[in-house]
């Protein structure tokens, strides 16, 4: 409602209350004389637009009915179609400000209204949730808590005890809320014990299927999936627990926080090389006997197997080289097992190139080095080179200044390696052949343009 005769704000904002308190006025006022002329509250109702349905209804509860429940007045606005936002606001007020009887006083009114039950629900979220004091919900019928649990749970409805969110856990699983199960175990993160918050997330993967709608539900994953990285830091054997629950919640939570996966398949090639045997083709397979589900299944899947970056056997910057060997060998017995030897350069050269620095200073480790000496695979060092091209990302040109130092600098990386390393060498010489093209291409370019 406009001010009749606002005061202006000052640097500091310090008529912000006073002119909070004319508004105040103005709207009490104009109640007063509302009232005094027995004037149709209906008819006031249909002046104002709908985006204020809400704030009327809380000043019909604090100046029309003086902050008290009117089942008359109530049963009155009831009888027209289409003003729920109203009729919640006037509840919402008078049980804000102690009126507590007016949950179990209004729902009773509000049954079927406009032939639905979304008042009746609405007016039963309300209420404050705390187990112990029997909330409303409780006892209602399955139609009216399905339908409650549907809906999201502010966090200071919730009285934070433990009882009370064990309670909310379990009805939000039963009914397949997902998003307010994992903003409600948010909230909770303070009164669970770890393994509790560990468990409670488990949990996560026998909803049928989480649709978070929202970035802020994203971020509650992201953050309940850091304090659970935490905690159970070390403790390996949770750790497949821990993978299979990140590997559900794969294009929630990125590739970085999925520590207790990176783990594993860095110890182990048994879980990459089950990706690997989902999305590609099989030696002697053809694309056509693949279904619209398989190819469902692979599109997702490949979105997170294209994120996937790690060097086998990698420990703090560290590489051991007989642990590497036996993973590279395990790796392609399962990729021989499963039809997709052909296969094994490639991905050898993908997650090579995330290698960390050998302690000579040059890429990639020693260890990794031997390994791609002892293969001698054109495939490899291709894919090694498509990696390490494909880290660079998005770039604004320069006129070739930076595809120059890029050059420059994986020669110096090359000349390094090449005595020991010959194999290792030609991959770093392919890059500075092809940054040093780039840059030529991009200075010929920014001449042109001058």
Known sequence: MPILNPIPYDDKNSSKDENRELKEKEIRERFREFID???????????????????????????????????????????????????????????RNGEEKVIKEAKQLSKKYDGKDELYVSILTIENLKY????????????????????????????????TFEWCLCELKKYGNGVAYIECLYMALEIFEPKEILKYMIDLKEFKGIQLNNQMSGWYVKNIIEYIGKNFEGNYELYNDIASLELYLRGIIEWGSMKCTQYIMKKDPQLYADIINIIYLHEGEDRNDKTKDDYEIVQSLFNFYYNIHFCPCENNGDIDYHELKDWVHKFNEKLTEQKQSNLLGNELGRLFAYSPIGEDGYYPHESVRDIIEELEDDKLRSSYVSAECNKRGVYSPDAGRTEKEMALRYKQNADGVSTIYPETAKIYYSLYERYHYQSEAERRRAEDEW
């Open 37 to 95: 002329n027995n004037l149709d509250l209906s008819s006031l109702i249909k002046l104002v637009d709908k985006k204020n349905y809400h704030n009327l209804g809380m000043y019909i509860a604090k100046y029309y009915t003086n902050g008290k429940f009117s089942s008359l007045i109530y049963g009155e606005m009831l009888k027209i179609s289409g003003i729920q936002q109203v009729l919640y606001g006037y509840v919402s007020y008078l049980y």
């Open 132 to 163: 112990h004091n029997n909330p409303e919900i409780i006892d209602e019928s399955e139609d009216i808590k399905v339908l409650y649990w549907s809906y999201p749970i502010s966090s200071f409805r919730l009285e934070k005890d433990k009882e």
